[in-house]
Structure formats: structure tokens, C-alpha cells
Nanobody, 122 residues
Framework: QVQLVESGGGLVQPGGSLRLSCAAS????????IGWFRQAPGKEREGVSC????????YYADSVKGRFTISRDNAKNTVYLQMNSLKPEDTAVYYC???????????????WGQGTQVTVSS
């Protein structure tokens, strides 16, 4: 059974950092792309970052480029999202999702975690 579990969210002040984790079970991450998405209240779910399975290519939304870093540890079957220089507009529930290739469209991902709340506020 494919399962993704996010962790690492919390409350942080503007300018602070958090590292989110997406732990996979029931399948081997090596062969799949992992995307991070976020959804703020009243807004649509949007793509934040993605890491491919084939060559480890990484992709970032313009709004997080230079501040967020996605990485994977295949030995731990886990993908991370390091978030630095956080802004209040980064506040959202963050989800990881998996499928065969990276995409910016949530509908392209077949399996999702339950989400972790990130709140950036002073």
C-alpha cells in the first residue's frame, strides 16, 4: 500500500526556516517523482517544487526559487523540502505527492500525503 507521510511543519517567524519531510512506504522512491504542493485557505492547491526520478532534476515555482530546496534520500525513502527566508505568504498546508514524472498540476499525481501545516507569522 502506497503511503506518504509529511512532517516538519509548524509556526515560524518571517525570515525563519523549516524542513519538511515526506516519508514513503509501500513503494521505492527511487523510481518515482515527488512533488510538493501547498494550499492556503480559500486558494487552489499550487505546485511548489518537484524532484524527478530519472536524473534527480529539480523544479521550483518562481515564488520559492532561491529560498526552497528539494532533495531526496533514497536510503531513507524520504524527500525533503528545506524552506528558508520564509514569508507570511508561504503560510499553507503543504502536501507531498508522487507519480512517474514531475508536473505542476495536482491532478497528475496519483498518491498524496495528509499534509502538514506551515504558518509564518510574527
Amino acid at each position: 500500500q502506497v503511503q506518504l507521510v509529511e512532517s516538519g511543519g509548524g509556526l515560524v517567524q518571517p525570515g525563519g526556516s523549516l524542513r519538511l519531510s515526506c516519508a514513503a512506504s509501500g513503494f521505492t522512491l527511487d523510481y518515482y517523482a515527488i512533488g510538493w504542493f501547498r494550499q492556503a485557505p480559500g486558494k487552489e492547491r499550487e505546485g511548489v517544487s518537484c524532484i524527478s526520478s530519472s536524473d534527480g532534476s529539480t523544479y521550483y515555482a518562481d515564488s520559492v526559487k532561491g529560498r526552497f530546496t528539494i532533495s531526496r534520500d533514497n536510503a531513507k525513502n524520504t524527500v525533503y523540502l528545506q524552506m528558508n527566508s520564509l514569508k507570511p505568504e508561504d503560510t499553507a498546508v503543504y502536501y507531498c505527492a508522487t507519480d512517474f514524472v514531475c508536473s505542476w498540476f495536482p491532478a497528475d499525481f496519483g498518491s498524496w500525503g495528509q499534509g502538514t501545516q506551515v504558518t509564518v507569522s510574527s
